[in-house]
């Protein structure tokens, strides 16, 4: 879908970026989350790093398979629960009992240990090459982020489509960039 036929406001954008999204098939949907989770080498994480994968929701990029990869390298997981002033993040360990955490997801339940993750993997409706993101306007993320990042070093690495990608994300001097993005066609390194 050709994004001049929406407005360049980040709603605009958003929508193009998701009817792209929309329309994959979902054969191509398996393959693609398949392809993000052979790229879990190329990340290039911290040795044991706490990562936070999120439940897809609608026609996201599963990143299971991705998060899956990460756990056989080592590394801890957890899951976000949409919480006041900012999502909160349950460990996730083989076999627990998921629950509703808020936003149409999925987490492991309050008897699961809080954790506060080293690497984020974070949702998107579009992106750009530079690390930009367009989210969903809720600003779950960019509240998580900013708490996070205040208090230690937080790596950023958007999960999502080749179709998401647009030229140019609208950002203000308090969106932090992300780090990566995978897709299925490349990891991007915007920040090293």
């Given amino acids: 879908m050709d994004d001049r036929l929406f407005d360049a406001t980040k709603e605009g954008l958003r929508a193009a970026a998701l009817a792209r999204r929309g329309a994959l098939e979902p054969s191509a949907r398996i393959e693609a989350a398949l392809a993000v989770a052979e790229r879990a080498g190329e990340l290039d994480l911290p040795t044991g790093a706490m990562v936070s994968g999120f439940w897809p929701i609608r026609d996201e990029i599963d990143p299971r398979p991705l998060m899956s990869a990460l756990r056989e390298r080592g590394h801890g997981l957890c899951l976000p629960v949409v919480a006041e002033p900012h999502l909160i993040f349950r ?45 969903y306007g809720k600003g779950h993320y960019d509240r998580a982020i900013e708490a996070i990042s205040a208090r230690r ?6 999960v999502a489509y080749s179709v998401q990608e647009i030229e140019t994300v609208p950002f203000e001097d308090h969106d932090r960039p992300l780090d990566t993005i995978v897709t299925e066609a490349e990891l991007i390194r915007c920040r090293t």
Avoid at 93 to 120: C, H, I, K, S, Y
């Fill in 153 to 158: 070093t937080l790596r950023l690495i958007g």
């Fill in 91 to 135: 460990e996730l360990l083989r076999g627990a009992e998921l629950v509703a955490a808020g936003f149409g997801t999925v987490a492991p339940g309050p008897q699961a240990a809080e954790v506060v993750p080293d690497v984020m993997l974070v949702p998107m409706a579009a992106f750009d090459r530079v690390g930009h993101r367009i989210g």
